[in-house]
Antibody, heavy 117, light 106 residues
Framework: EVRLVESGGGLVQPGGSLRLSCAAS????????MHWVRQRKGKGLEWVSS???????HYPGSVKGRFTISRENAQNSLFLQMNSLRAGDSAVYYC???????????WGQGTLVTVSS | SYELTQPPSVSVSPGQTATIACSGD??????VSWYQQKAGQSPVLVIF???KRPSGIPDRLSGSNSGDTATLTISGTQNMDEADYYC?????????FGGGTKLTVL
């Protein structure tokens, strides 16, 4: 069974940093493109970052230069390092797997990040 | 940047057909996926590559994509179909989501 479990969310002050983790089981994370998608309270889904099987990474302009996605194959885990956090980054962050055709076929349960003083 | 537009809400009576549109420039030239998110839950893939259903998704849900509009159709809508629905496509290596449509089954 494919399972994605996020952790690392919490309360952080504006300007602070946080590192999210996503533990994968039931498949080898290195064989799939992996992503982070966030959802602000009461709002829609927003793509945050992607990590490809070849090690390439992509970000939207809203987080580029502040967020870094990475993968640790030995731990079968995905990470998201978030720096210079702003109130607008407050959201539930989902770890998501995509199949070879770019379809988001498995989602974690999400971890809540709150940026507030 | 590429944008996908969805109506904020759609209402349907039980047993009737619900249609949720997703519009974008020449969207028919891209593959579209649809995700269902019930209250308090994570999103679930329900349609991919415009019209394919993952295993376990009932055939009451169907998709199409042509021109500038992709459509998710739910036939014989049930109370359990009440949820938020998001369309998604790719644009130059970036992921694009529609704003989401809240389906209410009255």
């Amino acid at each position: 069974e494919v399972r994605l479990v996020e952790s690392g969310g919490g309360l952080v002050q504006p300007g602070g940093s946080l590192r999210l983790s996503c533990a994968a089981s039931g498949f080898s994370l290195s064989a799939y493109d992996m992503h982070w998608v966030r959802q602000r309270k009461g709002k829609g889904l927003e793509w945050v970052s992607s990590f490809g099987t070849t090690g390439d990474s992509h970000y939207p302009g809203s987080v580029k230069g502040r967020f870094t996605i990475s993968r640790e194959n030995a731990q079968n885990s995905l990470f998201l390092q978030m720096n210079s956090l702003r109130a607008g980054d407050s959201a539930v962050y989902y770890c998501v797997r995509s199949s070879n055709n770019g379809v988001f076929d498995s989602w974690g349960q999400g971890t809540l990040v709150t940026v507030s003083s | 940047s590429y944008e996908l537009t969805q109506p904020p809400s759609v209402s349907v009576s039980p047993g009737q057909t619900a249609t949720i549109a997703c519009s974008g420039d020449n969207l028919g030239e891209r593959y579209v996926s649809w995700y269902q998110q019930k209250a308090g839950q994570s999103p679930v893939l329900v349609i991919f590559q415009d019209k394919k259903r993952p295993s376990g998704i009932p055939d009451r849900l169907s998709g199409s994509n042509s021109g500038d509009t992709a459509t998710l159709t739910i036939s014989g809508t049930q109370n359990m179909d009440e949820a938020d629905y998001y369309c998604q496509a790719w644009d130059s290596g970036n992921v694009v989501f529609g704003g989401g449509t809240k389906l209410t089954v009255l």
